[in-house]
Structures are given as C-alpha cells and as structure tokens.
C-alpha cells in the first residue's frame, strides 16, 4: 500500500475540504467580474463588442489550455508541443479543403487524423521515456516542438495560406452592438467540444477509467485499467482539443502560418496556470477570463501597447501566483515529511 | 563541479586543449568553439540552480538578455571596454536574479517552472517598447567588436573562471545548503539552512552565470543585440542543453554545450530535405533520439558506464 500513500496526496474527504475552502472567494470574485461586464455591456456598445470577442479568443486559449491540463493530470509534464501539434493538424485540415473537401468534412476528417496524430506521438516517443525522467519527457516536447514545426515548414512553406471562413463574415447587430458571426461560431464550437469531453469523463466507463488512470495509476492498474492505453488516449484527446483550437483560431487571425499557435500556446499556458494546471474546469474559465481581460484592457489602457499584450498577460499571471502559488482553481499541496 | 571533482591533471590537461586549441582553427571554428564557451557558462549557470538546488527555470534566456543589453549598451553610450561590461553584466544580473529569487520562494515545481517562462517571455518585449534606449527590434550595435581569436579567449577565460567560482561556492556550507535544499526543504529548513537566503542566493548566482554568458553571445553577433536572438527558443535550448549535460556533471556541461553550439551548424550542413527548414527537422528530430536513448543526460551515461566498469 506504500505506492498508494505518496506524499502531497491528501484523502478525498480533505480534499474536497480544501476545494470548498478555495472556491469561495474564487467564486464571488468570478460573479463580480461577471456583473461587471454585464453592466458593462448594457452601458457602452464598444465594451459589448470587446467583451464577445475576448470571449471568442479566450474559449480558443481555453480549448487548448484544457488540452495542457488534460495531459499534465495524466503524467505531471508540460506538452510544449501541443500548439504547434495544433498548428500542423490546422495545415491538414487546409490541406484536406485543397483537395476538395467542404470545411465541415475537413474539420472531422481533420479531428480523427488529430486523434491519431496524439495517440501515435505518445506510443512513439513517450512512453519509452515516461518511467524514467519528468525532464526527459518534457525535452522530447521541447524536440517534438521543433521537429513539428521544422516539417510543416518544409512541407508546406513559411508563406501565408488563406482557408474558407467557416461561419462567414457576416456581422449581427443587436441593439448598436456589432456581433461577428464568426466570434459566435468560435465560441460556440469551443465551448460544445468541451463539453462533449466533460460528458466522456463523466459518463462514460472510458472516462472513468481514464481519471482513474490519471488520479491514482497504481490502485487503478491494480482494478484492472489499461494504464498505459488510457495515457495514449489521453494524447489523443488532447490532440483533438488542439485541432479544434487551431481551426478556430485560425480565422480569427485570417491567415495560416507555422507561427500560428505560438502566442496562442503561450496564452493556453498563462490560462492553464491560472486555473490551477490541476483542473479542467480552471482552464477554460482561466482562458476566457484572460481573452476577456486583454481585450478590455487593449482598449481601454492605453499604456498597454500591442508588444507589451503579452508580458502583461504574464506580469498578471505572476501576481495571481504570488498571492495564490497553485493558481486560482489548484488544490493547495499538502507536503508531508 | 560534481562532489567528487574530477581529477587535477584532467582539468590541467583540459585547460592547455583549450589554450593551445584556437591556433589549430580557422577564425570560423575559432567564433564556433567560442560558442561552445558561451553555452558552457549559460549552462554551468543554470546547472548550479537547477542540478544543485532543485529550483527549475525555464527563464534563463531572459538573464542572457540582460547582461547581453548591458553590455551593448554600456559600450554604445559610455564605450566601456567589454570585459568591464562582463563584469557589470554579471552584477547587474547577480541583482536581478536576487529581485526574482524573492517572489519565487513562494513557488515550487512546475508553477515556478511557468513563472520563470513568463520571464522568458516578457524580457525580450522591453526592448521594443523601451526602443529609444534599448534599440527596438533593430537592436543595439555594441561600440566595438572582438576579433574571433578575442572572442574566443574572452570566452573560454570566462568559462574557467566562473567554473573555480562555482567549484568554490558548491565545495563549501554554501553547497551543502543548496543540495540540502535539493533533497528536501523541509529538512533542510528543520536542520537550521536558511531557505530564503540560499534560495535567492542560488537564483542570483545562477542568473549571473547566465548574464555574463549574455554578454559574450552579444560580443558572438558582432556586437549587435536583438529581441529576437534572445526569444523563448533560447531559454528553451539552454534547458536542453541542461537536460543533455544530465545533472551535476563538468563534462556533461561540456557535452550540452558542444550539443545546442554546434548542432545547428551540423544539422544544416545535412542534404536530406535541402532547406534551410530541414535544420529544424533535423534538430528536433536529434533531441528527441537523444532523450530516448539519454534520457538521464549525458551525465546519467558516464554514471552507468562507471558502474559497468566497476562490475568488470
């Protein structure tokens, strides 16, 4: 029973004492910042449109956070290949549309491909290392991160590509308020593909046996889970939250590029620490704040010039650790010695 | 620098290889082996932070760009001779290393590993905010240059030096709290080391290391530094090259270092896809294998290969 009794696991019952204990203050300050952009919306057109757009970007940031947590629950690693893993699945999806397929085709055929892209990549190069360095296994990422790129670049070239917009440009006024299509589109795509994942989780037995693979792979191995092939199909998944990210970053910016995901992965890890890297939940609500809170702010501060977008994301991020070291969402780590 | 040092008369031999090495080089393998160097430092630097006292940064590209601007700067306005501005590099960033020490007591494991990143992130975009001091994304033209064969010494003196420096900080109390702080911070707080001091102490130290690596790689690009030389791709190359060195090993160090200089200049001297793509192919292809194969770094390899030897 040794395995199961690792230092910094607390028992359930304290854990569910700390989540509650944690949530609260988390949970009003969110209400707030809800009113707030509520009251906001109804008193200025310009703050409405800003709103719903950050909430475009920040379900993108937050589908490919979600992505980050999915894998780092699992095996304790940061994926640093995740976005450009996301890039390459957006050029095939680019490259499917080439070929003839309508957007929608290429979006599924595009998902599946994903799928076997992320469970390919573990079996290949990570499971070898897995058991035996966390650093290790995070390098190959930093390797499969230059590997990616280097190869789309290759394959595809460095220029710009211009895919079909998949909800068109239409723009919807509400009452002076100037609402993308597009924006809605993201949102709602995002926002029902997570979703569609919690439901898996949830209420499937191969989400059980995946979070109980990723909460205690030793007890869950000896019940009989495939710990191993639910790690694989944890890349997998995450791959697929990626691909779903790309795509719906991809119009947003218009163009298609191997530097697509950089600023958006560098958001998904601000986001996902924000939430507390530990809980899926926390990465979504992390990347919509976030998306929300840099739009506002490039609008209205004016000190906050484009350059300095991300680092002040950064220097926000840095204060939420100070005053809460595992993010807003984290379950606080109880050493023992 | 690992407990055991390793031999007197393989540092010797090592220190004349590499004094007499520069006049059997060409100006370009000399400007290459003084990367070596450089990365050498950069490395040593993050090794005495991360293999020592456990604390993970993946921010260490940020240090590079600060003593790489000092030193720029400093020789563009003041026309400072550049091993002064080494020097200031390496106590401009000792500071800074301590400011960021601070905050970071609050963190540990991945959360600092992000927070460093957020580093890594942020210091590059100073300069194109700040452009009329720091030079914008055009960057600043340093007032003079070294000559390949300076470069070269500038570097590999540096290295040696600062390799006694960290030989002597690592041998004494001072080591011993770091790797006491290592293995446990409970138990080393419980057995009277001061974490918040030697915790900052070791970041301020490490990105002093890092600072003065900075200030050559500025003197490496002719003097020029840029916001874009000093991107996240850098930090994200010293801690390959950490993990290639595998921890608290010299001639890791020297493995890491040859490995991130020289493979790019190898990988793209290779035909198989024939562009200037195809080096990143081949490097991150490289570093992947080396993980499979290593994946205790080069360090762990000379471990197994001692045990091997020892078993026969």
């Known amino acids: 029973m040794a395995a199961l009794e690792t230092p910094g696991q607390t028992s359930f019952a304290d854990r569910a004492r700390v989540v509650r204990g944690v949530l609260r203050p988390v949970s009003v300050a969110l209400a707030g910042a809800v009113v707030f952009l509520v009251v906001g919306s109804l008193e200025s057109e310009i703050f409405a449109q800003q709103t719903v757009a950050g909430l475009a970007q920040g379900a993108v940031y937050g589908s490919l956070a979600l992505a980050l947590v999915l894998i780092y629950r699992a095996t304790e690693v940061i994926n640093f290949a995740q976005g450009e893993l996301a890039m390459a699945t957006t050029y095939i999806a680019y490259q499917l549309i080439q070929w003839g397929l309508s957007y929608w085709a290429a979006f599924f055929a595009t998902l599946a491909i994903a799928f076997a892209l992320g469970t390919a990549i573990q079996l290949a190069v990570i499971r070898p290392v897995q058991h035996k360095s966390v650093i290790a296994v995070v390098i190959v990422t930093v390797g499969l991160f230059v590997l990616i790129d280097g190869l789309v670049t290759w394959k595809w070239g460095a220029d710009i590509k211009f895919m079909p917009a998949p909800f068109g440009q239409k723009v919807y006024h509400v009452g002076g308020v100037a609402l993308a299509r597009q924006d809605i589109g993201t949102l709602l795509v995002s926002i029902l593909s997570v979703l569609l994942l919690w439901l898996l989780f949830q209420f499937t037995k191969l989400g059980l046996g995946m979070r109980a693979a990723a909460l205690r792979p030793a007890a869950a191995a000896l019940v009989g889970v495939r710990v191993d092939r639910m790690l694989a199909v944890g890349w997998g998944l995450a791959a697929v939250l990626g691909a779903v990210a790309g795509l719906m970053a991809e119009p947003s910016q218009f163009v298609l590029q191997p530097s697509l995901m950089q600023p958006v992965l560098l958001y998904a890890f601000a986001a996902a620490v924000l939430g507390g890297l530990e809980s899926p939940t926390g990465a979504v609500v992390g990347g919509i704040a976030l998306g929300v809170f840099l739009n506002l702010v490039g609008q209205y501060v004016h000190a906050i010039t484009s350059e300095l977008r991300l680092p002040f994301a950064f220097a926000v991020l840095l204060v939420v650790l100070l005053l809460r070291p595992s993010g807003l969402f984290g379950k606080r780590s109880v050493r023992r010695v | ?312």
């Open chain 2, 1 to 312: 620098m690992r407990a055991r040092a390793p031999g007197l008369a393989t540092v010797a031999a090592a220190a004349v290889v590499l004094a007499l090495l520069p006049f059997a080089l060409s100006g370009y393998h000399q400007a290459l082996a003084a990367q070596v160097g450089i990365f050498f430092v950069a490395i040593l630097g993050l090794d005495i932070l991360t293999g020592y006292t456990g604390q993970i940064s993946i921010g260490h590209g940020a240090f590079m760009a600060i003593g790489g601007y000092t030193t720029a700067v400093m020789s563009r306005d003041h026309h400072t001779s550049l091993v002064l501005t080494m020097l200031l590099a390496f106590a401009v960033c000792f500071a800074f290393g301590l400011l960021v020490g601070l905050p970071a007591l609050r963190l540990s494991g991945v959360y600092l590993a992000l927070a460093t990143f957020a580093l890594a992130v942020s210091v590059p975009q100073l300069p194109l905010k700040f452009s009329r001091f720091l030079g914008g994304s055009g960057g600043v033209q340093s007032h003079t240059v070294p000559s390949h064969l300076r470069l070269y010494a500038y570097s590999w003196a540096s290295a040696a030096i600062l390799f006694v420096l960290g030989w002597l900080v690592l041998r004494g109390r001072t080591g011993r709290a770091f790797r006491a702080i290592r293995d446990s911070e409970v138990a080393a707080a419980s057995s009277g080391v001061r974490l918040p001091i030697y915790k900052t102490l070791a970041f301020g130290v490490s990105a002093a290391y890092a600072g003065v690596a900075g200030s050559l790689f500025v003197m490496g690009t002719n003097g020029f530094a840029q916001p874009n030389e000093f991107g996240i791709i850098l930090s994200l190359e010293l801690l390959v090259g950490a993990a290639v060195a595998g921890l608290g090993s010299l001639w890791g160090v020297l493995v890491g270092a040859a490995f991130i200089a020289l493979l790019p200049t190898v990988s793209s001297d290779v035909p198989l896809i024939g562009s200037e793509h195809g080096q990143d192919v081949v490097f991150g292809l490289i570093v992947v294998l080396v993980m499979l194969l290593l994946p205790q770094g080069f360090a762990g390899f000379l471990a197994r290969l001692a045990r091997s030897r020892a078993r026969v």
